[in-house]
C-alpha cells in the first residue's frame, strides 16, 4: 500500500523567496511519484514527475523535485516564488506495476506575499 | 495535446433532477476516472474505466451511474443527489490500466439545492 504525508497544509513566502514544500511517501513497492498544482476553480496539473532513472526532476514553471529513497521523500523546490505561485500544491504516490489508484496527500496552500 | 475537457463548467440541480457530466479525451488514453473533490480536500477516486469497462467502483452512491461509451468519452449520470454532493467533479485519462501520470480535466463545479 502507498500513502502520502505533506508537511504543512498552508506556506507562506515573499515574492522571490525560496519554495519549500514537503512530501513523504510510504510504498511497499518502488514507488511514482507525482506532485501536481491547482489553481482556484480549476483541475489539476502536473507539475512534474519521478518514476525511475534520474532523481533530481525539473518540472514546469521552473519547479523541480529530487526523489530521496533513504528519507523516503519528495520535496518540491522553486528558487524564487512569483505571485503566479499561488496555488494548492498536492504530492502524490503510484505503486509501480501496482494498482490504477493514485494517493494523494492532503495539500499544501501556497500563500506568496508582495 | 495532453487535454481532458469537461462539461459542463458549472451546474446546479436539485435533489429530484437527473443531470450528466461529461468528459472527453482524443489522446487514446484507455482508463479514464471520476474523482470527487471537496473544498480544501485532495480528489477522492469514485471508478475507473479501463478499456471501457468498469473496474474500480470506491463504493460511491448509486445516484451517480457512470458510463464509457467508447474509449474517448466518460459520462456520471447524477440522480437524486444530496446537497453534500456538491462538490468539483474531475475526470483523469491515463495511457494505460498501469501507466502512471494521470491527466485532469478542469473539473464541473456541481451545487446541489
Known amino acids: 500500500a502507498q500513502s502520502v504525508t505533506q508537511l504543512g497544509s498552508h506556506v507562506s513566502v515573499s515574492e522571490g523567496a525560496l519554495v519549500l514544500l514537503r512530501c513523504n511517501y510510504s510504498?511497499?513497492?518502488?514507488?511514482?511519484l507525482f506532485w501536481y498544482v491547482q489553481y482556484p476553480n480549476q483541475g489539476l496539473q502536473l507539475l512534474l514527475k519521478?518514476?525511475?532513472?534520474?532523481?533530481l526532476v525539473k518540472g514546469i514553471n521552473g519547479f523541480e523535485a529530487e526523489f530521496k529513497k533513504s528519507e523516503t521523500s519528495f520535496h518540491l523546490t522553486k528558487p524564487s516564488a512569483h505571485m503566479s505561485d499561488a496555488a494548492e500544491y498536492f504530492c502524490?504516490?503510484?505503486?509501480?506495476?501496482?494498482?490504477?489508484?493514485?494517493?494523494f496527500g492532503k495539500g499544501t496552500k501556497l500563500t506568496v506575499n508582495p | 495535446d495532453t487535454e481532458v475537457t469537461q462539461t459542463p463548467k458549472h451546474l446546479v440541480m436539485g435533489m429530484t433532477n437527473k443531470k450528466s457530466l461529461k468528459c472527453e479525451q482524443h489522446?487514446?488514453?484507455?482508463?479514464m476516472y471520476w474523482y470527487k473533490q471537496k473544498a480544501k480536500k485532495p480528489p477522492e477516486l469514485m471508478f475507473v474505466?479501463?478499456?471501457?469497462?468498469?473496474?474500480i467502483n470506491e463504493s460511491v452512491p448509486s445516484r451517480f451511474s457512470p458510463e464509457c461509451p467508447n474509449s474517448s468519452l466518460l459520462n456520471l449520470h447524477l440522480h437524486a443527489l444530496q446537497p453534500e454532493d456538491s462538490a468539483l467533479y474531475l475526470c483523469?485519462?491515463?495511457?494505460?490500466?498501469?501507466?502512471?501520470?494521470?491527466?485532469f480535466g478542469p473539473g464541473t463545479r456541481l451545487l446541489v439545492l
Open positions: 483523469a485519462s491515463t495511457l494505460g490500466d498501469r501507466a502512471e501520470t494521470q491527466y
Open positions: 510504498s511497499s513497492v518502488p514507488p511514482y
Open positions: 519521478y518514476t525511475t532513472g534520474a532523481t
Open positions: 502524490a504516490v503510484i505503486g509501480w506495476g501496482g494498482s490504477e489508484k493514485l494517493v
Open positions: 489522446m487514446g488514453h484507455r482508463a
Open positions: 474505466y479501463s478499456y471501457e469497462k468498469l473496474s
